[in-house]
């Protein structure tokens, strides 16, 4: 009985390497998918903020009998953005872009800006004393992307990230 046993051991004896080397893969992918669209989601929530929080930060111009309105909202803007992401490191700021110059639009459209539009687009609506900031940023290359033959790129990941928020300047 004791040397069928020892013969038994013998012969499972590379079953254990066999079945981790079949099952860390996709543990692996799981983690770091995990690790990934977590990250994704904090940075998404964070630039949403970000928004919003420009748009606010629009309320300190007065737009009654300011010429300027449109630029000083756009310096409001651009300063309150990066203030809102400077969690992020210096590397990830300047990959994202946060630190670019917004673009001021005068209109009164609802529509997102166009997809291929990167960075912050301020649009003020000067019928209604609204201001819409939309923050789109290239999240490409944060994190690498694993090559496995027959199931490709994994993660799958978003290519941008949009926050948007808006706020009522003035009286209407």
């Not at 860390?24 to 919003?52: D, G, K, N």
């Not at 609506?125 to 033959?149: H, M, Q, S, W």
């Amino acid at each position: 009985m004791d040397a069928a046993r020892k013969v038994l051991a013998r012969n499972q004896r590379g079953a254990t390497a066999i079945e981790f080397a079949l099952v860390f893969p996709l543990l692996f992918i799981l983690f770091y998918s995990m690790v990934v669209y977590s990250y994704l989601f904090v940075l998404q929530e964070s630039i949403t903020y970000a928004a919003q929080e420009a748009a606010a930060a629009a309320h300190r111009v007065n737009p009654v009998g300011n010429e300027n309105f449109n630029s000083d909202v756009a310096t409001q803007v651009s300063g309150r953005l990066p203030q809102a992401l400077a969690w992020l490191s210096t590397s990830q700021r300047s990959h994202l872009g946060v630190n670019s110059p917004a673009v001021v639009e005068v209109s009164c459209s609802t529509q997102p800006p166009p997809e291929e539009q990167i960075g912050t687009v301020v649009r003020v609506c000067e019928a209604t004393n609204v201001v819409t900031v939309t923050a789109r940023f290239r999240v490409e290359g944060i994190f690498p992307k694993l090559d496995f033959p027959l199931l490709g790129s994994l993660p799958p990941m978003p290519t941008t990230l949009v926050g948007s928020g808006t706020a009522l300047v003035g009286e209407a």
